[in-house]
């Protein structure tokens, strides 16, 4: 599995878009970046996935750069209970899909 | 919809007794997975079941066995606790490992081996 590399905070403003990144250099071309968020102990949330095009769903937009060497997470207008723990895991899409890596990710704490 | 039941929310033993984690989901999935979160970690697999009748080990297996009971219900049991494996223990279901299906995982079971 590629590895990812996540900054280890992030801050933001209640209302503003955070945008998280991911770098993902490694990656092969059957790999797919998934997010998810894990919000104060409780057990992790899927967010999104992509392979290569841009991806948009009613909590996040996900951008990949063309070479798919990285990835930005985008929460349009963030708020309060956003502020939770941003993992972003790489794994190819087989039958093995679910068996995820998680690893440190970002914290991203949303300020009024 | 309950989603993803897991019982006890806490539990604090002492080293060598044992004890099992209940998992239990109610989305018809055929996949279920065990993790362990230790502090400033990410969460580690320790088996899987990708469907009734099957297990398999992931990363940190070591200590630990699991039972899919039924299609609903994936326990995991600690034979002889020790202080190692005192951890924030989550389980996840999945429609199955046929094609792309989100991990939905349950609260979490707190364990503390003193």
């Known amino acids: 599995d590629a590895k990812t590399t996540q900054p280890p905070s992030m801050d933001c403003a209640e209302g503003r878009a955070a945008n998280l990144p991911c770098n993902h250099s490694?990656?092969?071309?059957?790999?797919?970046v998934y997010w998810y968020r894990q919000i104060h102990s409780q057990g992790p949330q899927y967010i999104i996935h992509?392979?290569?095009n841009n991806e948009t769903n009613e909590m996040a937009s996900l951008i990949i750069t063309e070479d798919r060497k990285s990835s930005t997470l985008i929460l349009p207008h963030a708020t309060l209970r956003d502020t939770a723990v941003y993992y972003c895991?790489?794994?190819?899409?087989?039958?093995?899909?679910?068996?995820?890596?998680f690893g440190t990710g970002t914290r991203l704490q949303v300020t009024l | 919809n309950a989603g993803v039941t897991q019982t006890p929310k806490f539990q604090v033993l002492k080293t060598g007794q044992s004890m099992t984690l209940q998992c239990a989901q109610d989305?018809?999935?055929?996949?279920m997975y065990w993790y362990r979160q230790d502090p400033g970690m990410g969460l580690r697999l320790i088996y899987y079941?990708?469907?009734?009748?099957?297990?398999d080990k992931g990363e940190v297996p070591n200590g630990y066995n699991v039972s899919r009971l039924n299609k609903r219900e994936f326990s995991l049991r600690l034979e002889s606790a020790a202080p190692s494996q005192t951890s924030v223990y989550f389980c996840?279901?999945?429609?199955?490992?046929?094609?792309?299906?989100?991990?939905?995982f349950g609260n979490g079971t707190r364990l503390t081996v003193t």
């Open positions: 490694t990656i092969s071309g059957n790999e797919y």
């Open positions: 996840a279901s999945s429609e199955g490992l046929q094609g792309f299906s989100p991990l939905h």
């Open positions: 079941s990708a469907s009734e009748g099957t297990t």
């Open positions: 989305m018809n999935h055929n996949s």
């Open positions: 992509g392979l290569k």
């Open positions: 895991i790489v794994r190819a899409y087989t039958g093995t899909a679910s068996k995820l890596t």
